[in-house]
């Protein structure tokens, strides 16, 4: 099975994040780096299904020169191969913008599986999945907490508020999961010199047959206006239980007429 | 006015969702709400009532095996030949899983853009939103197409107006490729009559200090005292305590509740990505240095397993 999984760096969810103030864009020069999350879960659940049933990983990511950190460090857990989509006119494009970039891209790459993280941390919109199966006319199962491949049928559980469905579909589709589905591998030291070698083929818009206006600034949906930092919340009252926290606990609560 | 068409959420056991009248109550401000419910046969039936209420003049309906069978894309293609047809003002979805994910396809299939996560949403298409675990406040605009916006459940205190809306039934056209990725099964897994996590008043959260499944009996007391929904930690969905679908912070769900309690929590930032933004925050840890009390309003150092069975009794005392 040809599995394509799509990686995005983004910056550490640990730290502290913001937007720049001159284009309004997720600032990542100061910041710390890297692969988002969920993506691990996508690249583990892929190499899972290559071992049992054979084939080829390759990751697939857009971003600016800095993502080849994030390709190599994703190679390092045992993909095969990486294709790096990287050019200046992309910076700045939205969602949309961003699917039709991935879309072309993925019509080159021939994919029976794509996989790929329920979200990122940084934006959290949750629509690529969608986005990317509305451009190519294939299945979306999205938020897998289990992933069944039989043959070209795959089964996903999905995770709902009330439980979970059973969703299935015939490839080519594009799978996208929870952290529930899986426990990611570490990266081995035989990995991480692996993964040096491993190709990485970077792709322009031109490769991809996607005009410059149509992405980044010029091509986006949709504008951010302004942005500004929440004050951050500061603590109340901290009292030490010495017998009566509890009560103390409801008193407070009852001033603030939640009892 | 211009229509607004709100995409109804509802489940079959309470009916029509609170984030829905959070909608219903937005679109007013921006024009005539028209609610879009899409769903298995009778489903709009069932919820005109409420619909109405909170100001719906006229419900869009597309119900059957069509659309409900299958995950999204149908629904997608509805609502997009019904955005064409009358020309919204804007169009308003849940920020949920779904809700999103309809979203998604609308603004491939329009080319349009999208905005998530709203919490306000004013008349010129302004929205606003909160990004990078609650710290950064972003005010965006779509600049091409009509404002495609999901909403956050508790953004908007829902208000009713009432209507008496009149139902349209659509013609539901699946075309082979909406129809890729079929619902087989739906398995419940919500226990009890709690409300829903995202849209609850109250969350009572229980973390790792609750140290096993069990004890959780004790986060669930407090919050059917309180009328809440039951959330736990990351490191507790880990540890295996409670599911998946309660986890609260980065890789679980936001919320935004007036009230939320914290026991046993430290409040890693992992943890505090999905409860910041919550109006009063409460918590009760052994570790009178855990961050979680850099944040709360109101915060008990001590043993949560003698802390908080007091603070039951005490609620029930006071009932």
């Known amino acids: 099975m040809n599995i394509v999984v799509l990686v995005k760096q983004v910056p550490d969810s640990g730290a502290d ?25 996508a690249i583990e659940e ?3 299904i290559k071992e049992a049933h054979g084939g080829e990983v390759t990751i697939l990511t857009m971003g600016p ?13 045992g993909p095969d191969k990486a294709v790096h989509v990287v050019d200046d006119a992309l910076h700045g494009s939205c969602a949309v913008a961003t699917s039709k970039v ?14 790929c993280g329920s979200e990122s941390t940084d934006g959290r919109v949750q629509v690529m999945p969608h986005m990317l199966a509305e451009r190519l006319g294939i299945a979306a199962l999205t938020g897998a907490r289990k992933l069944t491949v039989d043959g070209a049928t795959l089964t996903v559980e999905r995770q709902t508020e009330e439980g979970y469905e059973v969703v299935t579909a015939s490839t080519p589709a594009i799978v996208s999961v929870w952290d529930t589905i899986n426990e990611p591998r570490y990266p081995s030291f035989k990995g991480i010199m692996a993964a040096k070698k491993k190709p990485v083929q970077t792709l322009a818009l031109t ?11 010029a091509g986006a949906t949709s504008t951010v206006v302004e ?20 009560t103390q606990l409801v008193e407070f609560l009852a001033t603030e007429k939640f009892v | 006015m211009s229509e607004v068409l709100v995409v109804v959420e509802a489940t079959a056991e309470f009916g029509v969702k609170k984030v829905t009248l959070e909608m219903l109550t937005l679109a007013r401000e921006l024009g005539t709400p028209s609610a879009v419910v899409l769903g298995g046969t009778g489903a709009a039936e069932a919820l005109a009532g409420k619909l109405g209420e909170y100001g719906a003049e006229k419900i869009y309906a597309a119900e059957g095996d069509e659309i409900d069978g299958y995950l999204v894309a149908p629904k997608a293609s509805v609502v997009a030949d019904l955005v064409k047809r009358v020309q919204p003002a804007a169009v308003l979805l849940a920020s949920s899983q779904e809700g999103k994910e309809i979203a998604a396809r609308l603004a491939v299939k329009l080319d349009n853009g999208i905005l998530t996560d709203v919490v306000a949403l004013a008349a ?22 009509l404002p495609l916006v999901t909403v956050r459940p508790n953004s908007v205190n829902p208000t009713p107006a009432a209507a008496t809306p009149a139902v349209e039934q659509l013609t539901v056209t699946a075309t082979d490729s909406d129809k890729l990725a ?7 897994e919500q226990k009890g009559s709690r409300p829903e996590l995202t849209e609850a008043g109250v969350v009572v959260s229980g973390g790792r200090g609750v140290g096993n499944a069990d004890n959780f009996k004790l986060v669930e007391e407090l919050a059917d005292l309180l009328g809440g929904a039951v959330g736990a930690s990351r490191a507790a969905v880990d540890s295996g305590f409670y599911p998946h679908q309660f986890q609260v912070g980065q890789t679980g769900k936001t919320v935004s509740p007036q009230l939320y309690v914290a026991l046993g929590i430290s409040g890693a930032i992992q943890h505090r990505a999905g409860m910041q933004t919550s109006k009063t925050i409460v918590a009760v840890n052994k570790d009178g240095e855990a961050p979680i009390f850099e944040l709360a309003d109101f915060g008990v150092v001590g043993d949560l397993f003698k802390i908080v069975p007091q603070a039951a009794e005490e609620i029930r005392k006071r009932k």
Do not use: C, W
């Not at chain 1, 991935?102 to 996989?115: F, S």
């Not at chain 2, 010129?124 to 197409?145: E, I, L, P, Y």
């Not at chain 2, 079929?182 to 419940?188: E, F, L, P, T």
């Open chain 1, 17 to 41: 994040r913001n937007l720049r103030t001159d284009d309004n864009t997720v600032d990542r020069g100061s910041a710390n780096n890297v692969i988002n999350e969920m993506d691990e879960y």
């Open chain 1, 102 to 115: 991935l879309a072309a891209a993925l019509g080159q790459l021939n994919a029976d599986l794509v996989l």
């Open chain 1, 207 to 217: 490769d991809l047959g996607v005009a410059a206006d149509e992405v980044g600034f």
């Open chain 1, 65 to 77: 020169d800095r993502a080849t950190e994030s390709i190599r460090k994703a190679l390092s857990m």
């Open chain 1, 46 to 48: 892929a190499l899972k």
């Open chain 1, 227 to 246: 942005h500004s930092k929440r004050p951050p919340r500061s603590g109340g009252v901290k009292v030490t239980d010495e017998g009566s926290g509890g």
């Open chain 2, 182 to 188: 079929r619902v087989v099964d739906r398995v419940a």
């Open chain 2, 124 to 145: 010129d298409g302004t929205a606003t939103q909160v990004a990078f675990a609650g710290s950064t406040v972003v005010k965006s605009k779509v600049t091409r197409g």
